[in-house]
């Protein structure tokens, strides 16, 4: 796909496929490709002025800046990103900056304060991803503090988050592997029909042959029987004029 965009010199979808590309990657734990996918997207984005695409991408960066262990460089990608997105008044990525935030900070209170915005932002967002990131963060917070109800509070709800992503992914995947299974089908039915088609037009082209050649046969018979009668006639002719 970003091939393709490059090929139409589309550089909002090069931004974007940098973007997923770099977080496939870092996801991968190959951090030096990471970088140099989300790096590029980040600096195409800073050219071309899509600021609505820089917050995701500067938050993406931190997550890859996080997770090969250069959190300096992290926390400026957060902070940059999340004043972004609040220039921009978008509260999904606010909320994705924030939680990247939360899990740096060596301040508990600080880093609680911040899950908690994030948990609450998510929910009326209806982000469950982030809920779920947000109440996983808070429990382990919780738990350090020895703040075991909360805790164990967080926990409840980040497993019921859980199990109810588990459940989604898993419709989605029945959902995909039925359509593709209709799909299969009406593209099977089409290929039949099609190969019908084709059979019926063969046999029509071969019936054509076969009337051409049998008028084509008959037509040299009847001129073959005319000049025989011909010759016969006048070889008749001949012995009549003989005798």
């Not at 959190?71 to 990103?81: D, I, N, P, T, V």
């Not at 039949?192 to 051409?212: M, T, Y």
Request: charged share 30%.
């Amino acid at each position: 796909a970003l091939a393709d965009h490059r090929e139409l010199g589309d550089s909002l979808g090069i931004c974007r496929g940098l973007s997923r590309l770099g977080n496939l990657y870092r996801d991968k734990k190959d951090y030096q490709l990471a970088f140099e996918n989300l790096l590029e997207a980040e600096s195409m984005a800073q050219r071309r002025k899509y600021a609505f695409l820089q917050p995701l991408i500067l938050s993406r960066l931190g997550d890859c800046y996080f997770a090969s262990g250069e959190l300096e460089k992290a926390e400026k990608s957060y902070e940059l990103a999340q004043n972004l997105a609040e220039q921009i008044e978008k509260p999904s990525l606010i909320a994705l900056a924030k939680l990247g935030l939360a899990r740096l900070s060596k301040d508990p209170d600080r880093a609680i304060d911040l899950a908690t915005q994030v948990l609450a932002l998510s929910k009326k967002l209806g982000s469950l991803s982030e809920q779920e990131e947000a109440s996983k963060l808070l429990y382990e917070l919780y738990q350090a503090k020895g703040q075991f109800q909360l805790a164990m509070k967080m926990q409840d709800e980040w497993k019921m988050l859980e199990d109810s992503i588990y459940r989604i992914e898993n419709q989605r995947a029945l959902f995909n592997l039925e359509a593709k299974a209709t799909y299969d089908k009406q593209k099977l039915a089409e290929k039949i029909s099609h190969d019908k088609e084709l059979a019926q037009q063969a046999l029509k082209a071969q019936r054509q042959r076969f009337l051409l050649i049998s008028v084509l046969g008959l037509i040299i018979i009847v001129f073959l029987s005319l000049l025989k009668f011909r010759k016969d006639r006048n070889m008749q002719d001949r012995n009549k004029l003989l005798h």
